[in-house]
């Protein structure tokens, strides 16, 4: 479940959440949370490039800031095993 690609519809339902809070920026990743078939995380940068990970949950209607990326706090999009 986890281990399947977003799919164009679930970042449709994704960005239509994120554009009903309020949020604007361009969405950089999406990459379904472990575990479960109706969350994501979701990497958004603004227009001074700032980029933040939020937590979406189709389930809940809800999107949920996580924090900013920057040197201490980084977002892997790939197995780190893999070489």
């Known amino acids: 479940m986890a281990d399947k690609e977003v799919t164009q519809i679930e970042m449709m339902k994704i960005i239509a959440l994120f554009r009903k809070e309020g949020f604007k ?41 996580q924090y900013v990326l920057d040197d201490k706090h980084t977002f892997v999009t790939e197995d780190a095993d893999a070489s």
């Open 25 to 65: 920026g361009e969405y950089e990743t999406f990459q379904r949370v472990s575990g479960t078939d109706r969350e994501f995380f979701v990497v958004m940068s603004n227009e001074q490039g700032i980029k933040a990970l939020f937590r979406a949950s189709l389930m809940l209607n809800a999107v949920e800031f």
